[in-house]
């Protein structure tokens, strides 16, 4: 389109995700946390970057430490964060996160008052939604007045500027108060209450997402095909039912009398590692289809293979595939269950995902000790004040040049390397 300089805008959830490293064990078991970002939209806009798209997000975060890491790793990943706005009362969203084994993955949310929920309609800026061909909202953020509020003015600036709309309905029961803070797990607790607030808004997207759970939800009864009436009834989007190790399938008209009627792509064979973050790591994939006008059976084939990707490894975002690793994937083939041990993926899945690139390296190394030591005279005292005047040459030359960087020793140039 025109004037689009944005494939797609994310809004909603941003958190921090500490996933234990102790893989099979409890939460309460953990004694070491691997840190990455998180929060559905967050992981789609990643996800669309890292496939080729431009990628935005509105959210908030904190101003602390964690809020700075989001918006840190987000340039890195190539999202545009314009939309990420700092609040200054509020702190940026946790998650504690688990692989127990196949079937159980523990989570705990830590977002009492946090930074993402206060989004609210005054946050969404006009220019911003009007760079964007498509805006993309999840469940999460219309669970209460204020960000539904930034929600609908984000949608209707969009639909009113000729850009898509699409809905990942991101189902957590907890998130919506149906559950305690040890129910993150939980995918699916009954709610007319949650129904009728979803249906007020399912007529406003071209594209609706979500799991046969999620169906019941937005239809209001766990009858999957009546659940899927139900909400053709409201919208005429495009529904993307995703269906777990059998693929998603898409319905453009009327629900047909079985699921397996509709437009399906193909699965993939693969061991099922880690499935927390698998449904955002899905819609990259679906969106980077859609949004360049390939058919449904071609963004759904795409759509899975990212998905089987995001199964099989650890942590959400991290997991996801480049568009070159979604290519050599796609023409090779699955040659191991167990993707994470597949030598020649992972090594394309690393290298076409570094952040930065850094093809000469200035690098200043005065990391010696022995050699000092053994300098008349040079006592530690004296050795360090060198190593400190090193450091102030070595930041001179460098100015603010990328690609400069010093070697030091924390034993005699302790206070050059903490400097």
Known sequence: MSGKTLDVITIGRASVDLYGA?????????????????GSPTNIAAGCARLGLKSALITRVGDEHMGRFLREELAAEGVDVRGVITDPERLTALVLLGIRDREHFPLIFYRENCADMALCADDIDPDLIARAGCVVATGTHLSHPRTEAAVRKALDL???????????????????????????????????????????TLGLFDLIVGTEEEFHIAGGTTDTLAA????????????ICKRGPMGAVAFDGDIPARLDDG???????????????????????????WLRGEGWRTSLTWANACGALAVSRHGCTPAYPSWEELQFFLDR??????LRHDAALEQVHWS??????????????????????????ASPARIGAFKQLCLQAARAVAGDAPGHGILCDGRLGAEALHA
Do not use: C
């Not at 099979?24 to 998180?38: N, W």
């Not at 437009?263 to 289809?289: C, H, K, Q, T, Y």
């Open 352 to 377: 076409t995902n570094r952040h930065g690139d850094w093809p000469v390296m200035r690098v200043f190394a005065f990391d010696h000790r022995a050699q000092f030591e053994e300098m008349p005279g």
């Open 228 to 239: 899927l009436r139900a909400v053709r009834a409201l919208t005429d989007a495009t529904l």
């Open 158 to 200: 969009a639909r009113a500027g000729g850009a898509r709309t699409a809905l990942d309905i991101d189902y957590r029961p907890n998130l919506w108060g149906l559950a305690g803070h040890g129910a993150g797990e939980e995918r699916f607790i009954d709610s007319p209450a949650v129904t009728a607030r979803l249906q007020e």
């Open 22 to 38: 102790q893989v099979g064990g409890r939460l309460e078991d953990m004694r070491s946390f691997d840190k990455y970002i998180g």
């Open 263 to 289: 437009i399906s792509g193909p699965g993939f064979p693969i061991e099922v590692f880690n499935v927390l973050g698998a449904g955002d790591g899905f819609m990259a994939g679906l969106l980077r289809g």
């Open 333 to 338: 083939g699955v040659t191991t269950p167990a």
